[in-house]
């Protein structure tokens, strides 16, 4: 029998505030190391890790035989004093005098994801298992981070928060990455924006942002693409590509500098080297189309790039990680040709060809993070080019009639979740940045 507990509850991350006195947390075993009569486990709460010391001299026999041969990730109740220890990793230990075991695994069905190295796609087959592991939970706190401050930025900023429909009758970015929803009888996508929908709040409300879930149903099966992603899209009425320069390099910087402000000790134990973030403060370097351009042909040239690249074309990956990497800081490239873009992109009036447009690159091969531009302002010229892009006239009327009644200057941009979590957090690969990713072959868990 266990003793019943009776001091505070607290969270391993707020444990500092307790040093000396007798607390109660509550998580899971992390993981078991025995010598004789002393046994160190290792406990998490989704806040934290402390490592506990059990001495068998110390403590109830009941509570050291609950702890020796206790399996990973069992679930318990502990109750312990808080002592400083600075060679421990969040500064403090906890000397064990109570333990409550709520639910042991089994010994015959261990936790699937041990301490040793796993593969990826069995690491993604057990994701609602590898979210506990100390890593994954770090990075699941900063992309919370992300989007909180993402959130704050805008709200203290005007903005008004205005959140687009998942259920569209219409594409926004090209047709051929649509998810078709059979919505009764007609036929409905998931949304791969919420662009066009805020262009219309925002010609209600000023400065707008949505923030949302996104899809395309992309072929690619890259480091970078997921089928369904999480997208934050300020737009404001009047902007120029200029405002939104100055907007997206604002936010960028405010996101890492809260990160580094909150999630410090979580970029540490991702092994993020911080001090590539710390250089992440606004102004950003700005680079017209026409000069990356330049700059690729000249990778090519100095064996850098395979192929070499022709103007007109637009960045693949290789080379938006070629870009990305010239830079400490993320590039904005603007100006693009407006065939490699979206229908609804304002021309340069200074060079018709080219797009108002910009796409902002995270530096260390990243590559593109936000894309956005200023929207075509000439009622005629949208129908032109809804029309020059095969889409459906009757489902972009309400579109066009904002360019009808009172349509000024106006633009936004998008920026994924996702991308910015993978380069602030420095991973690999976007599927470790959302709790439950959807890529090409991954519908489980
Ligand atoms: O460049 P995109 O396609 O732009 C738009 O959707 C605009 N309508 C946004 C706007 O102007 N309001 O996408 C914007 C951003 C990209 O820069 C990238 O960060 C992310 O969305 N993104 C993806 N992230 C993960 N997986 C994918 N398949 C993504 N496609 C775009
Ligand atoms: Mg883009």
């Not at 261990?110 to 190295?117: Q, R, T, V, W, Y």
């Not at 999630?263 to 950003?284: H, N």
Request: proline residues 6%; contains cysteine; charged residues 25%.
């Amino acid at each position: 029998m266990v003793l019943s507990m009776t001091s505070p509850v607290t969270t391993i991350s707020e444990i500092g505030k307790h040093e000396g006195q007798t607390v109660t947390i509550r998580g899971w075993l992390y993981n078991l190391r025995e010598s004789g009569k002393l046994l160190f486990p290792i406990f998490r709460d989704g806040s934290g890790t402390i490592q506990g010391v059990v001495p068998k001299n110390a403590v109830p026999p009941e509570v050291f035989d609950a702890v020796k041969g206790l399996t990973q990730e069992s679930s318990v109740i502990v109750e312990g004093k808080v002592r400083a220890d600075k060679r421990a990793p969040g500064g403090y230990e906890l000397d064990v005098s109570n333990v409550q075991v709520l639910q042991r695994v089994s010994e015959d069905d261990p936790f699937p994801i041990s301490l040793k190295e796993h593969g990826v796609d069995f690491l993604m087959d057990n994701r609602h298992l590898w979210i506990r592991t100390p890593r994954q939970a770090a990075i699941l706190r900063t992309r919370a981070e992300i989007i909180k401050a993402a959130r704050d930025f805008f709200d203290d900023r005007g903005f008004v928060l205005t959140d687009a429909p998942i259920l569209t009758p219409a594409a926004c970015e090209g047709t051929s990455t649509l998810f078709p929803v059979d919505y009764f009888d007609e036929q409905a996508y998931l949304t791969q924006s919420g662009q066009l929908y805020i262009e219309a709040t925002a010609m209600a409300l000023g400065k707008v942002y949505s923030f949302g879930p996104t899809f395309r149903a992309e072929k690619s099966k890259t480091r970078r693409h997921l089928t369904e992603f999480w997208m934050v899209e300020p737009e404001v009425a009047y902007a120029t590509l200029d405002d939104l320069m100055d907007l997206a390099e604002n936010l960028i910087s405010f996101l890492v500098n809260r990160c580094l402000e909150k999630r410090r000790a979580d970029l540490q134990t991702m092994g993020r080297d911080v001090s590539k973030l710390e250089k992440i403060e606004a102004p950003f370097p700005r680079i017209t189309y026409d000069e990356a351009v330049k700059m690729l042909q000249e990778g090519h040239a100095k064996g850098a790039l395979e192929t070499k690249f022709e103007w007109g074309g637009d960045l693949g990956s290789p080379d938006e990680t070629y870009l990305s990497a010239q830079f400490e800081k993320p590039v904005m490239i603007h100006r693009y040709p407006a065939q490699v873009k979206a229908f609804y992109m304002e021309p340069d009036p200074q060079r018709a060809e080219l797009a108002l447009c910009v796409d902002v690159l995270a530096p260390e091969g990243y590559g593109e993070i936000i894309g956005g531009s200023q929207r075509i302002g000439s009622y005629d010229l949208l129908l032109k080019r809804i029309r020059e892009h095969g889409l459906p006239e009757e489902s972009f009327k309400w579109y066009l009639d904002l360019r009808k009644y009172g349509g000024v200057p106006h633009g936004g941009f998008g920026m994924g979740i996702e991308r910015a979590v993978a380069w602030i957090c420095g991973l690999e690969h976007v599927r470790e940045t959302i709790p439950f990713a959807r890529t090409l072959h991954r519908l489980y868990p």
